[in-house]
């Protein structure tokens, strides 16, 4: 009897470790691909440090360009309102800065059709002028080519 149950023992010793083993097996194979997967996202969603370089040098690029105040009047039906107003425009390049230069009438011609369709009550509230930056932005960006202008600052804006 106690041979038996010691031969019983034996017999259940490597199905116990053989199982062990299996699931071992199956622990570090899923270790694996879940690694690989990780490590083959971060290959494939990561910037190469090269491209992260260039997209930075391309930001460095932009250049302030000041136009000189403007002073207009405003659309108001009711009373005389004035408008003086300075600005710089963010340029994509000196390159752009230079045709900007060249252009510079044509973008106060522009500028000042803008300015003088506007009313002191549009101007009044910030919404109006976020508008008339974006109003600016596109028309600046028509006369120096798509994507020319990235932002326009107000850097004085009285109303009289």
């Known amino acids: 009897m106690i041979d038996e149950k010691l031969e019983e023992g034996r017999g259940e010793e490597p199905k116990r470790k053989k199982g062990k083993g299996k699931l071992l097996i199956i622990i570090i194979a899923a270790a694996v691909i879940v690694g ?76 000042i059709t803008i300015l003088r369709g506007k009313t002191s009550e549009e101007l009044i509230l910030m919404e109006g002028q976020f508008r008339l930056r974006d109003a600016i932005a596109i028309r600046t960006n028509q006369i120096l080519g798509e994507n020319s202008v990235r932002n326009v600052f107000f850097t004085e804006f009285v109303m009289q």
Do not use: C, Y
Request: aromatic letters at 10%.
């Open 36 to 111: 690989g997967a990780g490590a083959g996202a971060f290959f494939f969603f990561a910037k190469p440090v090269a491209e992260q370089a260039r997209e930075e040098a391309v930001q460095d690029d932009w250049v302030m360009f000041a136009l000189d105040p403007f002073i207009v009047n405003l659309k108001d039906p009711v009373a005389a309102r004035f408008l003086k107003v300075s600005m710089h425009l963010e340029l994509r390049s000196p390159k752009i800065a230079e045709k900007a230069e060249a252009k510079t009438p044509q973008l106060r011609d522009a500028i």
